[in-house]
């Protein structure tokens, strides 16, 4: 298994179009196995050079409630009165601790997505 690691953007088109041709392969066989190291340096490079950052509460909090056919007023538990969570929507009043709290138990929306602050930037 002649695999070296990925230096350059050369290197990941090559790892990339070499595991695009080992997609079928089965567990626990050469290619299988070639295909797993594959993935292993290219998932690294991306990590590396492709980060991605978390979106702010607020499309954060759009997003789940898309996906879950929610409404303003089925988030009245996690953040107080339909005024308020109007507030939140609308970016006119952050979320508090308690809100995040309740938000993350509540709906499963990662609370690094929650707590981000408006000038953080990736590192």
Same mark, same amino acid.
């Given at each position: 298994m002649d @695999?070296?690691?990925?230096? /350059?953007?050369?290197d990941y088109r090559r790892a990339l179009k070499? &595991?695009?041709? +080992? !997609?079928? #392969?089965?567990?626990? /066989?050469?290619?299988? =196995?070639? %295909? =797993?190291? %594959?993935? /292993? *340096?290219?998932? #690294?490079?991306e990590a590396?050079?492709?980060? +991605? =950052?978390l979106p702010d509460p607020?499309? #954060?909090?759009?997003?789940? !409630?898309?996906?879950k056919g929610l409404r303003p007023s089925d988030l009245v &538990?996690? @953040?107080? &009165?339909?005024n308020r969570v109007y507030e939140v929507l609308n970016r006119k009043r952050? *979320? /508090? *601790?308690? !809100?995040?709290?309740? *938000?993350?138990a509540g709906l499963g929306i990662p609370a690094e997505s929650l707590i981000k602050m408006k000038d953080d930037r990736a590192a």
């Open positions: @695999i070296t690691p990925i230096k /350059t953007q050369r070499e &595991s695009e041709k +080992l !997609m079928g #392969a089965k567990r626990n /066989t050469p290619e299988g =196995d070639r %295909l =797993d190291v %594959l993935v /292993t *340096l290219v998932e #690294a490079w590396r050079h492709y980060p +991605l =950052d607020v499309e #954060a909090i759009k997003y789940h !409630m898309e996906h &538990s996690f @953040i107080g &009165s339909r952050p *979320l /508090t *601790l308690k !809100m995040i709290r309740r *938000l993350h």
